[in-house]
């Protein structure tokens, strides 16, 4: 038998083998469990009062019990090895819940349908309840050697062998007689067996998706304050942000509206900024002043120019729009290249042949346009 353990205080509850039968419960005080009491689920409101933790205990019929040697390697190995041995079999691919635990240096394995956990579970919430742990009824009673060990739990028939768990069916036990010796347990047998599940669950089926909900460390008071905090802080930095965008804008806007006034009242002829830029730059290409002056545009030319020894410049000519014409030649096209990509990621606006040709004396010869950007 099972040495007594010091159970907390709570309550056991057996669900019914068939809808419609009674429950029964105990109440557990002092490590000690209570006498049985019946109760019907449709009668009214639940009978057992204050609650503290709850072990439920399901029908041995819909969860019989596997009990198997530990393998030769680690518990959590074994316990994985004997999970997937359940879902190579078939059984979780048509719906069934599959929960596995050591106990006592053995293997504890059980399979139940996915449906019929469900309606466990909706029954006990009906009643206000959310047990602690789930446990097949079946494992109240203990393991013994060359024994097959009965008793009888609110109404309901219950037996174990060395190798598994299971409802007590008349047919299986007189099959089982003649190689087992029977043993048949008291009421205050079962009292004790009761107080030691409901302090060590021997197989928890609340595992996986059926697994007590756990209170995340992201959903406590101070991190939804540090949360709200952070989410008022980001919500000001951006009301910032558009308040300032929208001032540059405004500012923005003026500086454009006061420049183009001023342009107007030389330039009449201005609309826009792109139009009152283009009648400045007309009127200093003429003057020959700023960057499409004549001055500019040259010494881009000379400079870019300077660094390749072999291009030589032939004839040099401006117009007042503040367009450069001139003709460069050279031994080699990749030489005149070289000089009209150096302009071009100046920044300057180069106009060239569509082919390079050669003149009279062997020389790669082309006539090119600048004006500034």
């Given amino acids: 038998m099972v040495s007594p353990t010091h159970s907390p205080d709570g309550l056991i509850v057996l669900l019914p083998a068939q809808p419609g039968d009674s429950w029964h419960w105990w109440r557990v005080e002092s490590g000690a469990v209570g006498a049985s009491h019946a109760f019907d689920a449709g009668s009214g409101a639940a009978p057992w009062g204050e609650i503290g933790a709850v072990t439920a205990l399901v029908p041995p019929a819909d969860a019989p019990v596997r009990d198997g040697p530990m393998p030769d390697m680690p518990v959590l190995q074994a316990l994985a090895a004997e999970r997937m041995g359940l879902m190579q079999g078939g059984l979780q691919a048509v719906g069934r819940h599959v929960a596995v635990a050591e106990d006592a240096g053995r293997v504890l394995s059980c399979s139940v349908s996915a449906a019929q956990m469900d309606r466990w579970m909706v029954a006990l919430a009906e009643l206000g309840l959310d047990p602690d742990a789930l446990i097949p009824a079946s494992l109240v009673l203990p393991r013994a050697d060359d024994a097959l060990v009965l008793a009888d739990l609110g109404g309901q028939l219950l037996a174990r062998t060395t190798q598994a768990a299971f409802a007590g069916e008349a047919a299986l036990v007189e099959a ?61 930095a951006l009301v910032l942000m558009l308040v300032w965008a929208i001032k540059w804008n405004i500012d923005s806007s003026a500086q454009e509206t006061a420049a183009l006034q001023q342009v107007q009242a030389r330039f009449p002829a201005a609309t826009d900024l792109d139009s009152a830029e283009r009648l400045l730059n007309a009127e200093l290409a003429k003057r020959g002043q700023g960057g499409a002056s004549f001055g500019a545009t040259a010494a881009a030319l000379l400079e870019t120019i300077r660094p390749v020894p072999t291009v030589r410049l032939r004839d040099l000519g401006y117009s007042a729009d503040g367009t450069l014409r001139f003709t460069v030649a050279a031994p080699r096209a990749e030489d005149v290249n070289t000089v009209l990509i150096s302009l071009q990621n100046q920044g300057w606006k180069v106009t060239v042949p569509p082919a390079l040709a050669p003149d009279p004396t062997g020389a790669t010869v082309a006539a090119i346009t600048l004006r500034a950007p």
């Fill in 176 to 236: 089982l007689a003649d190689d087992l010796t029977q043993v048949a347990l008291n009421e205050s047998q079962i009292a004790r067996l009761l107080a030691v599940v409901h302090a060590n669950p021997p197989l928890n089926l609340r595992q996986g998706a059926y697994g007590p909900r756990r209170v995340s460390v992201f959903r406590v008071g101070n991190w939804l304050g540090l949360l709200r905090m952070a989410g008022v802080a980001a919500l000001l």
